[in-house]
């Protein structure tokens, strides 16, 4: 796969090879450099998801940097989906002088950050979690280009009032911010209900067959996931084997990955999703996504969780350009950068995002799919 505008490596690496949030470079005919800076899982079992944040981003990224204008570069650290690494290359990333951070993949690593983000006046954009704790701490330098957890939640409720189930279950990751524990709470308490079992999972966990066995004996209608790829579909592999008759229902967290491992297998559930529809040919911002990601990566593939790396990726070029407008084509810092994304109202095509003053949730967008047995998103 063909990699554009990334530096890849430890800390030692990075501060070789960094030179500043805004730099020159040379043979470039002294093109402004803007250096976003972001620390996914890259190995591991969110890796998957990880790298598709990344090329998301950097599609948008190398579509921008096109012609004579300023040039978007991507440094990207593994934290494997761990928090404390995550918190580490955050540090790691400032020191090394980027503008602004975009597109991590661990809620928990980002909440972790974010008083080294706040204390350094550095904006984190798109966030790629619905993590309620990253938006209800109050005022901070989080922007998000994606619905938090509260809304899917609620769909989630909606869904399981439509169809009169009863009997649900929970899973959810062990790390997961009680914030996001009470929003699906609440959720389910609006119809008076509360699920039957509740079960934490480590998101990096090799077996779940103790999770699937005690979900089986519950004799559950709907089991509900917010997990991230692979304990969802081990779990959903066990107790389909086990004949369970009910649902799944995942949240977005779970990605594309989910939606490809449960095609291979032939099996099914309900997910949300926080951007359009991949397959949704007469949307532009869906099309401009494939054709910039073509560009980079042809062989890569068109997921969810690509699309939603991508929409960070514009969102991020659009407050660096108009940053740059108000300082006059000059060198920008990173308290103009949070200034410019307070002020962005971007339709890519499909898809809005608006920040304002005060206002760091851009977009409430949530849809509701059914994953069935051949792949084909349904419903």
């Known amino acids: 796969m063909k990699r554009r505008n990334l530096v890849f490596g430890g800390p030692a ?8 949030g805004l730099s020159t470079r040379a043979g470039a005919s002294n093109s402004t450099v803007i250096k976003f800076g972001q620390s996914a899982a890259m190995t591991g079992g969110q890796a998957r998801y990880g790298r598709d944040v990344r090329d998301g981003i950097m599609a948008a990224f190398a579509a921008a940097s096109k012609g004579d204008g300023p040039k978007f570069e991507l440094v990207t650290l593994d934290d494997g989906g761990i928090s404390s690494r995550c918190a580490q290359n955050v540090s790691t990333l400032i020191d090394g002088g980027v503008s602004a951070l975009i597109g991590l993949t661990s809620g928990p690593g980002a909440e972790a950050s974010m008083s080294v983000v706040n204390s350094n006046q550095i904006a984190l ?14 005022p901070n330098a989080s922007y998000h280009v994606r619905a938090g957890y509260d809304v899917e939640y609620k769909r989630m409720a909606n869904y399981v009032r439509d169809f009169g189930m009863r009997r649900v279950g929970l899973v959810h990751l062990v790390d997961a911010s009680k914030v996001n524990l009470a929003a699906m709470s609440q959720a389910l308490s609006t119809l008076s209900m509360a699920p039957i079992e509740t079960i934490a999972v480590d998101r990096n966990a090799t077996s779940f067959n103790d999770v699937g066995e ?3 004996a519950a004799k559950l209608d709907l089991v509900l996931f917010s997990t991230n790829a692979s304990p969802t579909a081990a779990i959903i592999n066990q107790m389909s084997l086990g004949r369970y008759a009910g649902l799944f229902y995942a949240s977005s967290y779970a990605g594309q990955d989910l939606v490809d491992t449960l095609t291979e297998r032939k099996q099914s559930c309900v997910m949300s999703m926080v951007v359009p529809r991949p397959n949704a040919g007469g949307v532009n911002v869906v099309n401009t996504c494939r054709q910039d990601l073509a560009a980079v990566a042809p062989d890569a593939k068109l997921g969810m969780t690509t699309l939603e790396g991508y929409i960070a990726g514009r969102i991020a070029v659009e407050a660096a350009r108009a940053a740059l407008k108000v300082s006059g084509g000059e060198r920008i810092g990173r308290a103009r950068m949070k200034e410019s994304l307070a002020g962005v109202k971007a339709d890519l095509g499909g898809y809005r995002v608006e920040f304002a003053p005060g206002v760091t949730q851009g977009s409430q967008y949530v849809d509701l799919i059914a994953i069935d047995r051949y792949g084909r998103l349904v419903g």
Do not use: C, D, F, K
Not at 13 to 20: C, E
Not at 125 to 138: C, D, E, I, K, Q
């Open 125 to 138: 954009l798109g966030t790629a979690s619905g993590s309620m704790a990253l938006r209800s701490n109050g």
């Open 13 to 20: 690496v990075l501060a070789a090879s960094m030179l500043g």
């Open 214 to 216: 005690r979900l089986l």
